[in-house]
C-alpha cells in the first residue's frame, strides 16, 4: 500500500514537473517566426502586462477574449477570397443541373471562363453566386461538401491546398494567446458554415468560436429526420459594423485583443479599443510580393478590390497605436511548408515543426 | 539544487494528489439532490457510457455539447417567467417618460395594475413591451439595467431573489457535467442579454455559452465611443424550430445531450436526437405544488398560457425514450436554500453547500 502511493505519487510529480519543463520551454521562445522588432516586442510585452497578477494592465481569465479576422489575417485571400474559388468550383459542378445558367449572368460568363465579367456585377453578382452554391441543402450536406473542396482544391497560383496557405506565425500567435489564457475566436465576412468545417483542424478553433456571415437556416422534418435546411437568403453579413454586431450576439463580451488586415476589419478594433482597461489591435499589412502578395493600397501599394488596406485605415493605426504588421519585415516565415531562412543563431526550434504537424 | 528539485517535486505531487482527491470524492456521489431513481440512473448510466474509453458510446471531448432550456428548466418561470416581471418594471420606471402610454395598449392597463387585461393582446402585446423597455439604448447601459434589477428584484409569490429560484439539482446537473467534460450552453427563448449579466455567476455558463432571442444591434460611434445601439426590431425568436437554428448558428455541432421542460423545447431535443452515436434528452414536468408550482396540461396537471408541457409532448418524451423528471418524486431539494429533509442515510451532504455558496 505504501508503495503504492509513493509510486502514484512519483508519477503524478513526474508528469507534473514535465508539465512545468514544457510550459517553461515554451515561455522561452513565443512566436519563433516572428522576427524581433516592435510587432513581436508589442504583442509579448501586452501578454506579459495583461497576465501578471497585480499589473495595473491584468485582465482576469474569463476576460480574456482575442478576435482574429480570417482572410488575409490568417490565411492568403489573393488573388480571390477562397470562398469565391470554392463558389466557382460549385457553379461548375452544378452547371449540368442549370441550362438556364448558359444564358444568366453571373453564372454564364463564368461558365466560359471568364471570371472577370462574372464579378463586373460587383456585390450583386457575388450574392448571386453564393446563395446558387450555398443554400437549398442541409446544413450536414454543405459541411461535407465544403470538406471534400478543402481537401483537393488548390491555390491558382501557388498550387497547394488552401488549408496550407495559413500564415505560420499567426498559428504560433493563436497558440501563444491561448497558452496565455485567452479564448481564440475567428470574427470573419466569410461564411461562417463555409470556415467551421475545417478550422478547429487548421486554427485549434472550435466551432462555438467560429463567427462569420450566414444565410437563414429552417428547422424541418426530411423523411423523419430532423434538419436544418439552408435557405437562398442572407442571415447576416459579418463584415466592417458587422463585426462588433457579430462579437456582441456571439460572445458577448468585448474583445480585449482584435487582430484583422483590411478595411473591413476597422470597426472590430474600434470596437475592442471602446473598450475599458488595456486592449491591443493588430494589422497585417500584405508588402511581401516575393513571398506572398504586396497590396493596400497604403504605403503606395497596388489596389484590390477584395481585401484593401486603405490609407486611411493606416493613418487610423499610426493616430490609435494599433500595432502593423509589415509582412516582409516582421515574419521571418510565412507559410509552414517554406524551408525557413537560416536565422541569425542558426537555431532550429522544435515546436514550430510541431505546430507544423498539427494543422495538416 | 538537490534538494530544491526535491521539494519542487514534492510539492507537485502533494497537489496532483489533492486533485485527484477531489475528483474522486466528487465522483463519488454526483448528484445528491437528486432521489435514486430512474431518472437519475438514466443520468448517471448515460454519462458513464459516454466518457469511457473504448465503450460504443464513448463521445470524444470536442463532442460533448450539452444544452439547455433556462425557463422552467434551470429556473423558475411560474406564475410569469422572470424577463415578464422585469418588463413590467421597466414600464413603470419609464412611464414618467411616456405619457402617451396611459391611453395605450398593453401600457395602460399595465400602469393601472391589471396584468390580466394588459396581456390579454397575445404574443403581440408582449413583443411591444419587450420593444418599449429593451431596446433604444447602448448594450452596455442594457447589461447595467439587468443587472441592477437582478439584484434587488423580488418573486411576487416567494419574495426571494429570482437568482436564489435556481433549481439545486439543475446546478448539480450542470456541475457534473462539466466534471466529466461537456460544454454546458443555455439555449433559452428569453433575451439572450438579459441572461449573460448574471448566468455565469448563478450557472457557471459564460456569455459566450448563452443563446436566446435578440433584439438588432447597430454599430456606432457616439460621442466619439464605439457602442451597439439596441434597435426596437425582433433579430431572431430562439424558440421551437428557432432553438436548432440558434444552436447551429451559435454551436455548430449537433448537441449530444438536451435539457428542457415545455413544448418550445421539443425541437430542440428532437434535433439533438436527430444525430448519429449515442444522444441523452430530458424533459422536467412540474407536478408539486408544494416546493414550486404544478401545471401541464400533460398528467391531468393545471394549464398554463406559458411554459406548457402538453399530453402529446409527454406521448412523445415516452415514445422517443426521452426521461422525464418528475419534480415531486426525482428532486430530493428543489432549491438551493430549502432546507433539506433528513434522507434515509442522513448524511449531510458537503458538495452541495460548497454548491449553494457558489451561486449565490
Same mark, same amino acid.
Given at each position: 500500500?505504501?508503495?503504492?502511493?509513493?509510486?502514484?505519487?512519483?508519477?503524478?510529480?513526474?508528469?507534473?514537473?514535465?508539465?512545468? !519543463?514544457?510550459?517553461?520551454?515554451?515561455?522561452?521562445?513565443?512566436?519563433?517566426?516572428?522576427?524581433?522588432?516592435?510587432?513581436?516586442?508589442?504583442?509579448?510585452?501586452?501578454?506579459?502586462?495583461?497576465?501578471?497578477?497585480?499589473?495595473?494592465?491584468?485582465?482576469?481569465? *474569463?476576460?480574456?477574449?482575442?478576435?482574429?479576422?480570417?482572410?488575409?489575417?490568417?490565411?492568403?485571400?489573393?488573388?480571390?477570397?477562397?470562398?469565391? %474559388?470554392?463558389?466557382?468550383?460549385?457553379? +461548375?459542378?452544378?452547371?449540368?443541373?442549370?441550362?438556364?445558367?448558359?444564358?444568366?449572368?453571373? @453564372?454564364? *460568363?463564368?461558365? +466560359?471562363?471568364?471570371?472577370?465579367?462574372?464579378?463586373?456585377?460587383?456585390? &450583386?453578382?457575388?450574392?448571386?453566386?453564393?446563395?446558387?452554391?450555398?443554400? *437549398?441543402?442541409?446544413?450536414?450536406?454543405?459541411? &461535407?461538401?465544403?470538406?471534400?473542396?478543402?481537401?483537393?482544391?488548390?491555390?491558382?497560383?501557388?498550387?497547394?491546398?488552401? !488549408?496550407?496557405?495559413?500564415?505560420?506565425?499567426?498559428?504560433?500567435?493563436?497558440? %501563444?494567446?491561448?497558452?496565455?489564457?485567452?479564448?481564440?475566436?475567428?470574427?470573419?465576412?466569410?461564411?461562417?458554415?463555409?470556415?467551421?468545417?475545417?478550422?478547429?483542424?487548421?486554427?485549434?478553433?472550435?466551432?462555438?468560436?467560429?463567427?462569420?456571415?450566414?444565410? +437563414?437556416?429552417?428547422?424541418?422534418? &426530411?423523411?423523419?429526420?430532423?434538419?436544418?435546411?439552408?435557405?437562398?437568403?442572407?442571415?447576416?453579413?459579418?463584415?466592417?459594423?458587422?463585426?462588433?454586431?457579430?462579437?456582441?450576439?456571439?460572445?458577448?463580451?468585448?474583445?480585449?485583443?482584435?487582430?484583422?488586415?483590411?478595411?473591413?476589419?476597422?470597426?472590430?478594433?474600434? %470596437?475592442?479599443?471602446? $473598450?475599458?482597461?488595456?486592449?491591443?489591435?493588430?494589422?497585417?499589412?500584405?508588402?511581401? *510580393?516575393?513571398?506572398?502578395?504586396?497590396?493596400?493600397?497604403?504605403? $503606395?501599394?497596388?489596389?484590390?478590390?477584395?481585401?484593401?488596406?486603405?490609407?486611411?485605415?493606416?493613418?487610423?493605426?499610426?493616430?490609435?497605436?494599433?500595432?502593423?504588421?509589415?509582412?516582409?519585415?516582421?515574419?521571418?516565415?510565412? @507559410?509552414?511548408?517554406?524551408?525557413?531562412?537560416?536565422?541569425?543563431?542558426?537555431?532550429?526550434?522544435?515546436?514550430?515543426?510541431?505546430?507544423?504537424?498539427?494543422?495538416?
Amino acid at each position: 500500500m505504501k508503495t503504492t502511493n509513493k509510486q502514484t505519487l512519483l508519477a503524478a510529480a513526474l508528469v507534473c514537473a514535465l508539465a512545468f !519543463t514544457a510550459t517553461t520551454a515554451r515561455a522561452a521562445e513565443p512566436l519563433p517566426s516572428w522576427n524581433d522588432g516592435p510587432a513581436k516586442k508589442s504583442i509579448t510585452a501586452f501578454i506579459e502586462r495583461a497576465t501578471k497578477p497585480g499589473s495595473p494592465d491584468f485582465v482576469p481569465v *474569463s476576460e480574456r477574449i482575442a478576435v482574429f479576422d480570417n482572410d488575409g489575417t490568417l490565411w492568403c485571400e489573393q488573388p480571390l477570397p477562397v470562398q469565391l %474559388y470554392f463558389a466557382l468550383d460549385r457553379v +461548375k459542378a452544378l452547371a449540368p443541373q442549370h441550362p438556364e445558367w448558359n444564358a444568366t449572368e453571373p @453564372f454564364a *460568363s463564368l461558365l +466560359k471562363g471568364d471570371l472577370h465579367a462574372a464579378l463586373a456585377g460587383g456585390g &450583386r453578382a457575388l450574392l448571386e453566386l453564393v446563395m446558387a452554391t450555398h443554400a *437549398s441543402m442541409t446544413t450536414v450536406e454543405f459541411e &461535407r461538401i465544403v470538406k471534400a473542396w478543402m481537401a483537393t482544391a488548390r491555390h491558382p497560383k501557388k498550387g497547394k491546398l488552401y !488549408t496550407e496557405l495559413v500564415y505560420q506565425p499567426m498559428l504560433e500567435l493563436l497558440d %501563444y494567446l491561448r497558452a496565455n489564457g485567452f479564448k481564440t475566436f475567428i470574427v470573419s465576412g466569410g461564411g461562417i458554415e463555409f470556415m467551421r468545417p475545417w478550422a478547429e483542424q487548421v486554427y485549434g478553433i472550435p466551432p462555438e468560436q467560429v463567427i462569420g456571415s450566414s444565410v +437563414k437556416t429552417k428547422f424541418e422534418m &426530411r423523411d423523419g429526420e430532423p434538419v436544418l435546411m439552408r435557405l437562398p437568403e442572407l442571415n447576416f453579413i459579418d463584415d466592417k459594423g458587422g463585426k462588433p454586431v457579430g462579437i456582441n450576439q456571439h460572445i458577448g463580451r468585448r474583445p480585449v485583443m482584435a487582430f484583422g488586415n483590411s478595411d473591413g476589419d476597422r470597426e472590430m478594433l474600434e %470596437y475592442t479599443q471602446g $473598450g475599458s482597461g488595456p486592449r491591443f489591435m493588430l494589422l497585417v499589412l500584405h508588402d511581401d *510580393s516575393a513571398r506572398e502578395y504586396a497590396y493596400g493600397p497604403a504605403k $503606395g501599394l497596388p489596389d484590390v478590390k477584395l481585401g484593401a488596406f486603405t490609407s486611411a485605415l493606416y493613418e487610423q493605426a499610426k493616430k490609435n497605436n494599433w500595432t502593423v504588421v509589415s509582412m516582409k519585415e516582421d515574419w521571418a516565415q510565412v @507559410f509552414p511548408s517554406e524551408k525557413k531562412p537560416a536565422t541569425a543563431t542558426g537555431v532550429t526550434n522544435p515546436h514550430r515543426k510541431s505546430e507544423t504537424k498539427k494543422w495538416r
